[in-house]
């Protein structure tokens, strides 16, 4: 990943050096040097990762080079922070006087000098070793990704059909007992696939009036396993004692047909399921899966010979057709005739594995459709994959994918390195991980937030990303990786200094309970420190080591999120001021946090502070407003927090606000609606709005010239009086608005504003509790003006009454609609949508 670590590096240089203040006006002709170097590098740096496998004396020198890079870029950190633009002493006849930072510059220049230096040699080496021309090769990679959206639909599957009826007849046909059924072969054969397909199918979900799904894999306790099923319950069950545990599975199953999947087990030893079988309530239909490489496991676990399904791989035209649906989802799935031949050359070497499909059909929607593009991936494949056993082909199909990554996207990929087997990542905090260490490129005017979900994307729509959950719309905010790409993932960062599993000697580690001060010891070039928890799991952090984490002096990245501390957090992090390079912090759902710590003021290059689900913290500090970086502020659900401080409007660079509540009238320290005027270049906003006097008269128009907000989430939860419902009605939001989600609405009238011409762009719209009851005359727009709306969410709207006839005559681009406990509709083609709901897709009733 040298390749990552200089682009990373040359894009911080690059922002420093344009800017043209005094933070290097001492050091421009050595850095401008360096950046020279590295440019002319850079074709070849790309093709690295590939050749040092192949010549092992590439492998040392790549080494040094960069670890100097990651020198450099220490360097260049440390500039901007010694002579920043607001030091009057750091240049000039100032020096003379108050010479404190000529022992800085000396070393500072004497050391980059000396990189310069040894740049040079490496430079040199490489071309013994490899000839001239290898630093004049042609740059294979775009800088930009072609698709800056998800545009493979992941929900889709081919040539399984046979698989799911099988298992769904043994299913339906179970007698009285609990029936075993495994699903048994290779990694990335479809195993976990086909389970997920039967789960969910709507037959088997009425057939069952309990379902659990547990991700098994290699490391596991029987208390973590059975904790899963209670949380699949709605159990959240912390503190409870194994048997304390069975009994409450026991008590919520018993009298119950249920169906339970244990995904991906792994160990030989199933004496933990024996014990978990023998507490679990026999009779009436139930039935267990499990899926396993290895077939003496599921036998184990009591599955009998005619009830082991062994899939197969998929045949040639099934290969074909899922390849097409990927490389050519653009355009529906159609195949370019001029590829089409050297495509199907690509796919044979696949052997028929559905995750090398996706991955090498992801890895091909990404590069230009040209022919000479599409036979160097063939010439690749024909060297990479000469091997006839198909886990090594896969492993080097997945190895192939990450050479291909873009520079900027091998980082972000890399970053899956330290969170646990199956564990569920939301994409929150994957994006601000990216930008707070600076991974995300930053060029070509895009915001820096929108940069980020592009990479997000570039990595689902490579298929190196699988997906958890979506919004009704189709967003992804929480996705997995299969454990064959997180083998992939941990032997590169480990091979790069970037994660190991032993957490010593790299740059990133996860937050585990086992965390000590000794890992942080080890590590004194710490550039991020995150929580890597499962879901409903916590941290326990000892105050020993959370007290270590200040002597990081080089940490870019904080995520303390989802823990507990032995002492309160603001006595414990009392000396975060000391980590001057913190750019992301986040303190979410962590205890005890009543209010933030005094010395995080310090901080001057913050630019994203996460302090969600704090339901302790009662204000914000007013030096929150000198943070001029900020990009993103996080105070969504904080109870207790009443309002923001006075002069947010002063962060100018915002891009998320997520949690606002204007401060009343009488709240003369706290921040007016009014404000949000001055945030221009805000691309997300989730507002609360309980009271009339939180929006003055004058106020009212304080949304509408946010000429670059894209989502508004807008609540009235906990609202009190009717004289709100006016107030908000005159709040419209701007007109290039794409996303709208109501909450709580009072009124038993959707808002004026909530209509085409108004929001004419407006593309999703998700309305959910409140008291609507009929959508205002405007909202059905005239005969010349229709809404643009392509998904809908209703949600918990007991009194709305809507004709589904109606509303698709205004909503003709309409495709998705997901409803649920609105009894009032009418005629919706939703089953249940007066009750548990579902979704209705335009493609699935097209004639």
Not at 303 to 322: A, F, G, N, Q, Y
Not at 709 to 716: D, G, I, N
Request: aromatic share 8%; hydrophobic share 40%; net charge neutral.
């Amino acid at each position: 990943m040298v390749d990552a670590v200089v682009s990373v590096f040359l894009d911080n240089l690059l922002k420093a050096l344009s800017e043209e203040s005094r933070v290097l006006v001492e050091f421009r002709d050595q850095f401008e040097k360096l950046q020279s170097e590295l440019i002319s590098m850079q074709s070849f740096l790309k093709d690295a990762d590939r050749l040092k496998r192949k010549k092992q004396v590439l492998r040392s020198i790549m080494v040094h080079l960069r670890e100097l890079i990651f020198e450099a870029e220490d360097i260049l950190a440390d500039c901007q922070l010694q002579l920043g633009d607001n030091d009057p002493f750091s240049t000039g006849w100032f020096m003379c006087i108050y010479p404190k930072k000529l022992p800085f510059q000396y070393q500072t220049g004497k050391r980059l000098k000396e990189i310069n230096e040894k740049i040079i040699e490496i430079k040199k080496d490489i071309v013994t070793y490899l000839g001239p021309s290898i630093l004049n090769q042609p740059d294979q990679n775009d800088l930009f990704p072609r698709w800056s959206s998800p545009v493979y639909d992941h929900t889709q599957v081919v040539g399984l059909e046979g698989d799911k009826r099988k298992i769904k007849d043994w299913v339906f046909n179970a007698d009285d007992g609990i029936l075993g059924i495994g699903v048994v072969g290779m990694g990335g054969l479809g195993k976990t696939t086909i389970a997920h397909e039967v789960y969910n199918d709507r037959e088997v979900e009425a057939h069952f009036e309990r379902r659990m799904w547990v991700s098994v894999s290699q490391t596991f306790t029987e208390e973590q396993i059975m904790r899963s099923m209670l949380r699949n319950l709605g159990d959240a069950s912390l503190g409870d004692d194994r048997g304390e545990l069975l009994r409450k599975i026991n008590q919520y199953l018993i009298g119950k047909r249920y169906l339970i999947v244990m995904d991906d087990v792994w160990s030989e030893d199933v004496a933990w399921w024996q014990r978990i079988l023998e507490g679990l309530p026999k009779g009436n239909g139930s039935t267990v899966i499990i899926t396993s490489r290895n077939e003496k496991v599921v036998r184990k676990m009591g599955v009998k010979e005619d009830k082991i399904h062994r899939p197969t791989c998929l045949s040639e035209s099934h290969s074909w057709l899922l390849f097409r649906k990927i490389a050519f989802a653009a355009s529906g799935g159609e195949c370019i005739p001029e590829l089409e031949n050297i495509g199907k050359e690509i796919v044979v070497k696949c052997k028929g594995l559905p995750l090398a499909i996706k991955v090498v059909g992801g890895m091909m929607l990404c590069k230009p459709h040209r022919y000479f593009d599409w036979k160097r991936i063939s010439d690749h494949f024909r060297n990479e994959l000469a091997e006839d056993d198909s886990e090594s082909g896969l492993r080097a199909t997945l190895q192939l994918s990450y050479d291909e990554l873009p520079s900027y996207l091998k980082s972000c990929f890399l970053c899956f390195s330290i969170f646990p087997e199956d564990c569920v990542i939301g994409k929150d905090q994957l994006v601000r991980w990216w930008i707070g260490e600076g991974f995300v490129p930053s060029r070509g005017g895009r915001s820096t937030t929108e940069a980020g979900e592009d990479c997000f994307s570039g990595l689902t729509n490579r298929c190196l990303i699988e997906v958890v959950d979506k919004t009704y719309n189709g967003t992804i905010y929480n996705c997995t990786i299969h454990d064959m790409v997180r083998d992939l993932v941990l032997k590169v960062a480990e091979d790069d200094a970037f994660y190991n599993e032993n957490g010593s000697s790299c740059r990133h580690l996860g937050i585990k309970n086992d965390l000590g001060p000794k890992h942080l010891i080890a590590n004194q070039k710490l550039r991020a420190l995150l929580s890597t928890n499962k879901t409903a799991e916590v941290n326990k952090v000892a105050s020993s080591m959370a007290k270590k984490v200040h002597e990081s002096r080089y940490l870019r990245v904080l995520d303390v999120s989802r823990s507990i501390f032995e002492a309160s957090l603001s006595g414990t992090l009392n000396q975060i001021g000391s980590l001057q390079h913190l750019t992301y912090l986040s303190l979410s759902n962590t205890h005890p946090l009543i209010q933030l710590p005094p010395s995080l003021e310090k901080i001057s290059h913050l630019q994203i502070l996460d302090v969600s689900y704090c339901q302790n913290l009662k204000m914000l500090p007013s030096y929150v407003v000198t943070f001029k970086k900020l990009k993103v502020l996080d105070v969504s659900h904080c109870g207790s927090l009443e309002f923001l401080p006075k002069g947010l409007g002063r962060l100018s660079n915002l891009e998320v606000l997520l949690g606002f509540r204007p401060a009343r009238s009488s709240k003369l320290e706290g921040c007016r609606i009014g404000e949000l005027r001055n945030l221009t270049k805000l691309r997300t906003l989730g507002l609360q709005v309980t009271r009339a006097d939180e929006i003055g008269d004058n106020e009212v128009n304080a949304l509408i010239n946010l000429q670059e907000l894209q989502y508004l989430s807008m609540s009235c939860f906990d609202n009190h009086g009717s004289d709100l419902i006016t107030k908000v009605d005159k709040l419209f939001p701007p007109q290039q608005l794409h996303e709208l989600c109501l909450k709580f609405y009072p009124g038993r009238m959707s808002p004026m504003w909530l209509n085409p011409i108004s929001l004419p762009f407006l593309k999703f719209l998700s309305i959910s509790s409140g008291d609507i009851a009929e959508m205002n005359r405007r909202f059905w727009g005239d005969d010349n003006t229709v809404w643009k709306i392509e998904a809908l969410m209703l949600e918990s709207l007991s009194n709305l009454a809507v004709e589904w006839s109606k509303l698709q005559q205004v909503t003709p681009s309409l495709r998705v609609v997901n409803v649920s406990w609105c009894p009032e509709l009418g005629s919706f083609p939703v089953d249940d949508f007066g009750f548990r709901g579902g979704v209705w897709k335009e493609e699935e009733h097209k004639n």
